[in-house]
Structures are given as C-alpha cells and as structure tokens.
C-alpha cells in the first residue's frame, strides 16, 4: 500500500465537526434520512474544505463499551467514501434504536446508501 493510499484514507480533525453549536446547527438547519439503523441530518456549507462528519450517541443506546463501537464503526465507514463526497458536505450521524446489534456490514452498506443518496 503506497504512501499516498494510506493519506487519502487518514481521518484528520479537519473532517470532523468538533463543536457543539456545528452540531446543532447542521441538525436544526439541514436536512434528514432515515434508514433502518441509521439517521443521517446534512448540511450544504459552501466552504469546501473536504466533508465533514459528527456522531452522536445518546446513552440509551447503550454502554460505552458499545456507544464507542458504533462510532468507531461509522468514522472507518466514512474515511472510506469520503473521497467520493462532495467537499461542502457536513453530516452529522446518529444510530436508531434496532443500530444496537448490528453487523458492519449494514452499517457500512446503509450509511454508504445514505450519504451517496444526498448528493
């Protein structure tokens, strides 16, 4: 694997939405989808800058052994097809209730789904 695959696949800070008022800003101003496990709120910014994403995880569902599973999950999800996301997208990704016991491979398959969808 060549230097410049690995790069393209890092997951730098610059991609993620760090503070609390871009998190409600996307969520009460953007727009929604809804998938089985996934709810998936998104914003046009206009800056550019690469895309950018946020996770919430609400304590209900579940431990934190299992909150950082699902996050973890859906940040390898989105350093993958980040490349192929338009560089004024800001999402922020939040999981349903049935999220608690899924596979990867949903996850990966309907967040994929849900953010090609928005393009």
């Known amino acids: 694997m060549g230097i410049s695959k690995i790069s393209s696949l890092s997951f730098p800070k610059s991609a993620r939405i760090l503070k609390n008022a871009h998190y409600r800003h996307v969520v009460n101003f953007g ?3 809804v998938g089985r496990f996934l709810m998936v709120h998104y914003q046009w910014q206009g800056r550019g800058g690469g895309p950018r994403i946020g996770i919430t ?6 431990n934190a052994v299992e909150r ?3 996050k973890r999950r859906v940040r390898e999800v989105f350093r993958h097809i980040r490349r192929n996301l338009p560089s004024d997208l ?3 990704v939040k999981p349903r209730p049935m999220a608690t016991k899924v596979a990867f491979s949903d996850i990966k398959t309907e967040l994929t789904y849900l953010l090609r969808e928005t393009v």
């Open 31 to 33: 727009h929604k989808r």
């Open 57 to 62: 995880v609400s304590r209900k569902f579940g």
């Open 68 to 70: 950082n599973l699902f």
């Open 90 to 92: 800001r999402c922020v």
